[in-house]
C-alpha cells in the first residue's frame, strides 16, 4: 500500500478526465496529493492505480501523465520515451537541419522541449517531477546524436509556475552564440540564447516551404520577424516588403537575406495594423503576401479582441490581393480554434467582396507532433489562399 503522503488520489471528475485519456488533471480534480513534486502512482479512492504521472502539487495542472496501468515508472522509462522520440525524428528523414526533436505532452514527456539546429541542441524544461532527470537526458542524447553543444533555455514562465529556477547556460560542450542552418537550399542565422522560443520558428517550416511553391509577383511579409516567411519568397518575386515593428529583427531578417544573395529587399519598420491601413488607402495590391502574426489571444478571455485584430489584419490583406494573387494567413493562437481560424477568414473575404480559394490547410510541422484528444498540441492554423475573382 502507498504511504498516504505519496498517494495522488482522484477524484470522480477527474477519474473521468484520466480515462478520456487527456494526459492533464487539474489540482481541483484530485482529493489527495504528495507534498512533493516527483514520478507518483494515480488511483482512484479504493487504492487502484491507473498509472503513473509526473505531479507537482504547486501547480495548477497537478498531474502529467506518462503512463497508463500500474506499472512503475522512473528513470529506465522516462529514457526509453526520449528515446523513442529520437526514433520518431529520424524515421521522419528531415532534410533540413532545424527542427524538433521531442514535443513534450505530445511525446508523453511533460514540459520537456528538445529541438535541433544542426550540430547544436536546445533544450526547455517546465516540469520540477523531471528535472532530476534532465543529466540523464543529456546523457542519452550526446550518446545518441553527438552534438557540439547542449544549451538549457530554461528560462519560460512555466519553470516559474512549477517553482523551478530561471537560467540559460549551457548543459554539455560548447554552444555558439550565433548557428547557420540549412533549410530547404536555404540559410538563415538563429541566436540560441536570445532568439524567440529556442531561436526560431521551426513549427512553421513546411508552411514556409508551401507558399515557396506558390510566390511570384510583388511580395509582402507582414510580422516578418526575422525573415523566415519572407526568405521562401526573395528569390521568386519582383519585389519583397519586410514589414515589423522590432529594428534589430529586421536588421537581423536584412543579414539572413544578404547571406542569401538576396539584396533588394526593403525593411519596413512599422506597427502592422497601421502599415496595412495605409497600404489599402494606397491602393496597393500585392501577388503574395505572408501573415504570421504572434498569438493574439493568449488567454481565453482573450478571444474575442483576438478574433478582431485577425478579422482586421486578414481583410486588408485580402483587399491588397491582386487577382490571382496568394496569402499565406496564420494563427499561433491556441485558444482561436481552427473552426474559428476559417470562419474569421471567410468573415473577412466577406466583407473584402474577395472570392478566395483554399490552396492548402496547414498546421505544424509532424516533427511537432499532435496528440490525438489533446486539442492543446495541436496549436498552429496554417491557410493558403487564392484569390478567385
Known amino acids: 500500500m502507498t504511504a498516504p503522503s505519496l498517494q495522488v488520489i482522484l477524484s470522480q471528475r477527474g477519474l473521468e478526465r484520466l480515462q478520456s485519456r487527456h494526459p492533464w488533471i487539474y489540482k481541483s480534480d484530485l482529493e489527495h496529493l504528495p507534498h512533493n513534486p516527483g514520478l507518483y502512482p494515480v488511483q482512484d479512492r479504493r487504492g487502484r492505480v491507473y498509472g503513473w504521472a509526473a ?11 506518462l503512463s497508463y496501468g500500474d506499472a512503475e515508472v522512473g528513470r529506465a522509462f522516462l529514457l526509453h520515451l526520449l528515446e ?7 524515421a521522419l528523414n528531415i532534410q533540413d537541419e532545424g527542427y524538433r526533436l521531442v514535443h513534450g505532452e505530445a511525446d508523453s514527456l511533460p514540459g520537456l522541449i528538445v529541438d ?36 538549457a533555455r530554461f528560462e519560460n514562465r512555466s519553470r516559474s509556475l512549477e517553482g523551478l529556477e530561471t537560467f540559460v547556460k549551457p548543459l554539455y560542450g560548447v554552444v555558439d552564440e550565433e548557428l547557420e542552418v540549412h533549410e530547404a537550399g536555404l ?67 536584412q543579414q539572413i537575406m544578404e547571406l542569401n544573395g538576396y539584396n533588394g529587399v526593403r525593411y519596413v519598420e512599422a506597427n502592422a495594423f497601421d502599415y496595412l491601413r495605409a497600404l489599402e488607402s494606397e491602393r496597393r495590391q500585392f501577388d503574395t503576401i505572408s501573415l504570421d502574426p504572434p498569438a493574439l489571444a493568449k488567454l481565453r478571455k482573450d478571444l ?13 490583406c485580402i483587399k491588397m490581393l491582386a487577382p490571382g494573387g496568394t496569402l499565406a494567413s496564420s494563427s499561433c493562437s491556441f485558444h482561436v480554434s481552427e473552426p474559428d481560424f476559417y470562419a474569421m477568414l471567410e468573415d473577412a473575404a466577406r466583407d473584402a467582396g474577395r472570392r478566395l480559394r483554399i490552396l492548402e490547410r496547414g498546421t505544424q510541422a509532424p516533427d511537432h507532433p499532435e496528440l490525438l484528444g489533446v486539442p492543446e498540441t495541436r496549436y498552429l492554423k496554417f491557410a493558403l489562399l487564392q484569390a478567385a475573382d
Open 116 to 151: 535541433r539546429y544542426g550540430d547544436t541542441l536546445v533544450m526547455q524544461s517546465g516540469s520540477a517531477a523531471l528535472e532530476p532527470f534532465i543529466p540523464d537526458f543529456v546523457e542519452l542524447l550526446v550518446s545518441k546524436l553527438r552534438p557540439k553543444g547542449i544549451l
Open 55 to 65: 505531479v507537482n502539487p504547486l501547480s495548477e495542472i497537478s498531474v502529467r501523465m
Open 304 to 316: 474575442p479582441s483576438a478574433y478582431r485584430a485577425y478579422k482586421e489584419l486578414n481583410l486588408r
Open 187 to 253: 540559410r538563415y542565422l538563429v541566436n540560441p540564447y536570445l532568439g524567440q522560443k529556442t531561436g526560431a520558428f521551426l513549427d512553421q517550416r513546411l508552411n514556409r516551404q508551401t507558399l515557396g511553391k506558390h510566390a511570384h509577383g510583388d511580395a509582402l511579409d507582414v510580422f516578418s520577424y526575422h525573415g523566415a516567411f519572407g526568405l521562401h519568397l526573395a528569390g521568386k518575386v519582383n519585389s519583397l516588403e519586410c514589414i515589423d515593428s522590432s529594428v534589430p529583427a529586421l536588421e537581423r531578417a
Open 84 to 90: 523513442r522520440s529520437l526514433d520518431l525524428r529520424a
